[in-house]
Each structure stands twice: as structure tokens, then as C-alpha cells.
């Protein structure tokens, strides 16, 4: 008997990639495409192939060399690691409170990193010639430790009066209400400090990729990996926070442990990335949304190395966008990050508003 004729190479497939694992691979690779073409962008154009020679150490100049690897190379990572830490950070608090437009922003967690990086620049003294002043690596050390404190103690407050609080727009309200003191608090900081400082500090406070130099990149990076490694040991307790307290303590998930732990990460993660690029907006609240919607999962195995992923990608995005100005000079992260994240969040609250409606 003649056996049934199949399609040429069909004997030859193997099973159907998923499409969650399609989606993964696409969106590394747009992230990878994006990191090589931020490299390349900038006031002084380096050709592609120029790339590999550099690493390779056979740069036809060595200008270009110099250029790629004190500049664009740690502004790229310092980016990843930044859209990284920032989505994570803010899967975790949207995931604690219940809330898809809770962030490290509109719960003025970034305010109170800011006020602990103020507080270690004025107390090092000295005009510096930037923001965070030529501290050293313990003192870009202390300048970590001092940002991730201040946030925790915003969002202890925050996860103190959301007990007392059922109502999560209400929650919002007041979170914003603690980051405007938190601001206020800052202000009276800046306003003691240096006419130096304080003119560097406008700009620090539009956000930026390029402040952290190869030296002071270890502690950013240590930070980050730290803050997401502990949310990959807490997947399942993210899972069933999902629930509610009542819920998760019902199925034998220690919800005290569990907001500690999402206490300490997202202060971490959070709290180095303002130190070391500014308060960095929106990130935090689009970036996990948007992989809810691409992926389509409300499983936090999938989500956190997704809204990593997605996080990089808008960073990355937002560090492209910005060396497209005329004159070679580079746009400030925050509002570029504004445009690619508000049309998220607006959405977000079109589609709850539209659900309210409809009930």
C-alpha cells in the first residue's frame, strides 16, 4: 500500500513552537537589534562593521574605540539594566497592591530614593562635576544603600496605610500625596547645596542613561541582579498575592515574609536605578502592562523575565529616540519615555473605565 503524501519537509517538522516562546524570541531579539543600534547612534557616527574590530581591539581609529567603550557600551547596559529593574520593580508592586497603575513613580517610591541619594551628595560635600559628585566606588556604594532606604521607607508608609485603605484609587491619591512630601523634602535639601549641584540636579531630574561610567556600572548591575533574583525565588507567593491576603494565607503562603521580600526588591531595584540615572518615569507602570497584554499571562514565571524583556525594549527605545535630535545633542530620557508609556496607561484606564461601565 502506498503510504499517504505529505507536504515536502513536513516529515521533517518537529512540534509547533508556542506562542508565548515566539513572542520571548522576537522581543530578545528586537532588544539585541536595539542594543547594537544604540551603540552605533550618537554625534560621532560609527559604521557597523567597526563594531566587532573595536571588541576585537583592531579599530581602524581609535577614537571610535575610545568612544564605544567608555560612553555608548556602559550607557546600553547601564539602559538594560535600567528598563529591567524599573519593569520588575513595578510588576511586583502592581502585583502587591492590586493595582495595574501602581509603580515606583505614582506611589512616590522614586521621591524617596531621590531623598536618600540628596542626602549623601550634600553630606560628601564638594561641588563635583555632576550630580552625584566624585564619590568613589563606597561611596556610589553608600549612594545605593541610601537611595534603596529611602525608597523602602516610602514604601513601608504606602503598605501601612493600604491596610487602612480598600479603595486602590484612593491608594494612588495618597501615594502621590507621599511623594509630593517626599519632594518637598527634597527641594529643602537642593536649596542648601551648591548653585553647582543644584543646577546639574534640574537635568539629573529628566533622567539619563549616560551618568553611569564603567566604574560605577558593577553596583548597578549587582543591585539589579540581586532585586530580580529575589523575585524569581518568589514567583509562586507573587502568584497567590494575586488572590488576596486571605486567599494566599489560606494555601499556606506566609503573606508577611512575602511583602517583605517585595518590600526589599522593589526598594533595591528602584532605588539604585534612581540613584544612578535620576527618577525615571513610567517605565515602571507600562513596562509590566505591556507584557501582560503580549503574553498574555497572568502567571509571574512568565511575567518577570517578560516585563524584563519589554522594560529593556522601552529603554532601549527611549536611548535610541534620543540621540535623534539635530546637532548631535541628546534628548532627555523621561520625556521620550512619556510618549512610548502614557498611550499604555491611558489605555489601562480606558479599558477599567469601560469595564466599570459595562458591570
Not at 35 to 60: C, K, N, Q, Y
Not at 212 to 221: D, E
Request: glycine share 12%; with cysteine; aromatic share 6%.
Amino acid at each position: 500500500m502506498v503510504p499517504e503524501a505529505r507536504p515536502l519537509g513536513s516529515q521533517d517538522a518537529g512540534p509547533p513552537i508556542p506562542r508565548g516562546t515566539s513572542r520571548f524570541l522576537l522581543l530578545s531579539l528586537a532588544c539585541i537589534g536595539l542594543f547594537f543600534l544604540d551603540l552605533l547612534l550618537g554625534s560621532v557616527r560609527i559604521p557597523l562593521i567597526e563594531v566587532p574590530r573595536i571588541f576585537l581591539g583592531t579599530a581602524s581609529d581609535p577614537v571610535w574605540s575610545t568612544i564605544m567603550t567608555l560612553f555608548r557600551l556602559p550607557k546600553a547596559v547601564t539602559a538594560v539594566a535600567t528598563g529591567a529593574a524599573l519593569a520588575v520593580a513595578g510588576l511586583i508592586l502592581q502585583t502587591l497592591f492590586r493595582n495595574p497603575l501602581a509603580g515606583p513613580d505614582s506611589l512616590g517610591i522614586g521621591a524617596g530614593a531621590s531623598i536618600g541619594a540628596g542626602i549623601v551628595v550634600i553630606l560628601a560635600g564638594g561641588a563635583g562635576s555632576t550630580f552625584l559628585g566624585e564619590l568613589g566606588f563606597a561611596g556610589y556604594s553608600a549612594l545605593a544603600l541610601a537611595s534603596s532606604l529611602g525608597a523602602a521607607v516610602v514604601l513601608a508608609v504606602i503598605l501601612a496605610i493600604s491596610r487602612r485603605v480598600a479603595s486602590s484609587v484612593t491608594l494612588l491619591i495618597i501615594g502621590i500625596l507621599v511623594g509630593y512630601f517626599a519632594g518637598s523634602i527634597l527641594s529643602v535639601l537642593i536649596f542648601f547645596a551648591s548653585p553647582q549641584k543644584v543646577q546639574v540636579f534640574l537635568g539629573w531630574t529628566y533622567g539619563s542613561f549616560a551618568g553611569v561610567t564603567a566604574s560605577r556600572l558593577p553596583i548597578l548591575l549587582g543591585a539589579a541582579f540581586l532585586g530580580i533574583l529575589i523575585v524569581a525565588t518568589m514567583t509562586k507567593d507573587l502568584d497567590a498575592l494575586l488572590l488576596g491576603d486571605r486567599a494566599a494565607a489560606s494555601i499556606g503562603i506566609n503573606t508577611r515574609r512575602a511583602r517583605t521580600r517585595v518590600l526589599i526588591a522593589a526598594s533595591l531595584l528602584a532605588g539604585t536605578v534612581t540613584a544612578f540615572c535620576g527618577p525615571i518615569a513610567f517605565l515602571g507602570i507600562a513596562a509590566p502592562q505591556g507584557a501582560r497584554r503580549l503574553f498574555r499571562t497572568s502567571a509571574h514565571r512568565r511575567l518577570v523575565p517578560g516585563s524584563a524583556l519589554v522594560g529593556i525594549f522601552f529603554a532601549l527605545l527611549a536611548d535610541v529616540m534620543s540621540q535623534g535630535a539635530p546637532g548631535g545633542v541628546a534628548l532627555p530620557i523621561n520625556p521620550l519615555l512619556a510618549l512610548l508609556g502614557a498611550p499604555v496607561i491611558l489605555s489601562i484606564v480606558l479599558r477599567s473605565r469601560g469595564r466599570e461601565a459595562g458591570s
